[in-house]
């Protein structure tokens, strides 16, 4: 079966369902393919930062984002060794209000009401349970893909351009002209789940243990935990078995000892692969890159998910002009790039940054700052707006973007 749109979107995570409604709003045709049958997927990134809460305020989505279960947080830090105080890097609460904090909000939630507000553009399309499994081609230019559901049919859909929001599994990165460039990574991380309790802390946490480090997100009822361990050593920890990681997490965490068995199998703790990478061409003649196809993020900060959707803003800003014209060229997809390329590289600066001075220390069982951050603590403290710089970049990036006066609501 073969059919056609003007924007075929592959990936429906924040960069493909923000795309896809700002495309449909300015009056261009798009249709977004997911492989998966839901949102539903226990290990996400969650953190929506300023950038993207104002953005869906300006989008008329402000009141019902708020209405989502949501926890709150307005400083970045950075954990400095046992018995140490965290150092506050990141003051987002003296930014202008009111987008001076983080929300903590399930992906999943995010998402569908995304879908759902996209659902009322009579020009947007989403197709569930469907997989691109690879591009079709006219000479040397993309012309859209293949596709199959997952019930076994197969077909072709047609388009002028194809933007991959498929993540850093990309389609699109099998292509050697894109040139994957990757970053060594000192971890990987287990997610798992713990209950929580009325008297715990709240917010988003942080721990040190030994060689590995806890990440605690609050859902209210329980806690999403990630755990950073030493890049590849997942085997080997496994094997030292699920009792003994507990204790490990109680020791770092005291608070938490009380519910140590509430995990019973490792079937129950995930490994994420993390890695740092990006491409250095994200286009081809009729194709973009954008999001975490382009450059996959580490989990440093969270800040993967904003600069994807800010990605997507300013892709549907250039081109959908183009788009409706029909006379989408090469130098419209280079000007995407030229744009929200030195945001993604200055924050993988930063992330490998913190990974070579906070993370690889502590997992090589080392203090990752030698004065336990008091020298950093006393230079901030001294200069406040060093906190208030790096608590803009968090919120908004190198470049705050805006959507297309069409898609503003």
């Known amino acids: 079966m073969k059919e056609h749109t003007t924007c075929c979107v592959v990936g429906a995570g924040p960069a493909g369902m923000v795309l896809g409604l700002l495309l449909a709003r300015s009056g261009v045709q798009v249709t977004v393919l997911e492989k998966h049958g839901d949102f539903l997927r226990d290990f996400r990134g969650d953190t929506v930062h300023p950038s993207t809460l104002a953005l869906l305020d300006e989008l008329g989505l402000g009141e019902r984002f708020a209405r989502l279960p949501q926890r709150r947080v307005d400083a970045i830090q950075l954990p400095v060794g046992p018995g140490g105080t965290p150092v506050v890097v990141g003051d987002l609460a003296a930014l202008r209000p009111p987008y001076n904090y983080i929300a903590m909000v399930p992906q999943w939630d995010l998402l569908e009401l995304l879908a759902d507000e996209a659902r009322k553009e009579p020009l947007f399309t989403l197709r569930m349970d469907t997989e691109a499994t690879g591009f079709l081609r006219s000479g040397s230019r993309i012309t859209g893909v293949r596709h199959r559901g997952t019930d076994g049919t197969t077909g072709e859909l047609h388009a002028t351009l194809t933007v991959a929001c498929d993540g850093r599994g990309s389609l699109a990165r099998a292509l050697p002209e894109l040139r994957l460039e990757r970053f060594a990574c000192p971890m990987d991380a287990w997610w798992f789940r713990l209950p929580r309790h009325e008297n715990d802390p709240s917010g988003l946490l942080g721990n040190l243990g030994h060689r590995f480090m806890t990440v605690l997100i609050d859902r209210g009822t329980y806690w999403q ?41 490792w079937d129950e703790v995930k490994l994420l692969d993390v890695r740092l990478d990006r491409l250095r061409r994200w286009h081809r003649p009729g194709l973009l890159c954008i999001g975490d196809a382009a450059h996959a993020m580490s989990p440093v900060f969270g800040i993967g998910i904003n600069l994807a959707v800010q990605d997507a803003v300013a892709t549907a800003r250039i ?80 470049l705050r973007e805006r959507p297309p006066k069409a898609a503003v609501r």
């Open 225 to 265: 935990c990630a755990a950073l361990i030493p890049k590849g050593t997942d085997a080997e920890r496994r094997a030292g078995g699920l009792d003994r990681f507990m204790s490990q997490v109680a020791a770092a965490t005291p608070w938490l000892a009380d519910r140590t068995e509430a995990l019973t199998s």
């Open 319 to 398: 081109l959908n002009g183009p788009l409706r014209s029909g006379g989408v060229g090469l130098s419209h997809v280079r000007a995407v790039q030229r744009r929200r390329r030195p945001t993604a590289v200055a924050a993988q600066a930063l992330q490998r940054l913190v990974h070579a001075r906070v993370l690889a220390p502590v997992l090589a069982g080392r203090p990752p700052l030698t004065d336990g951050g008091t020298g950093l603590t006393r230079m901030l403290a001294a200069a406040p707006w060093l906190r208030r710089a790096p608590a803009y970049f968090f919120a908004y990036g190198a």
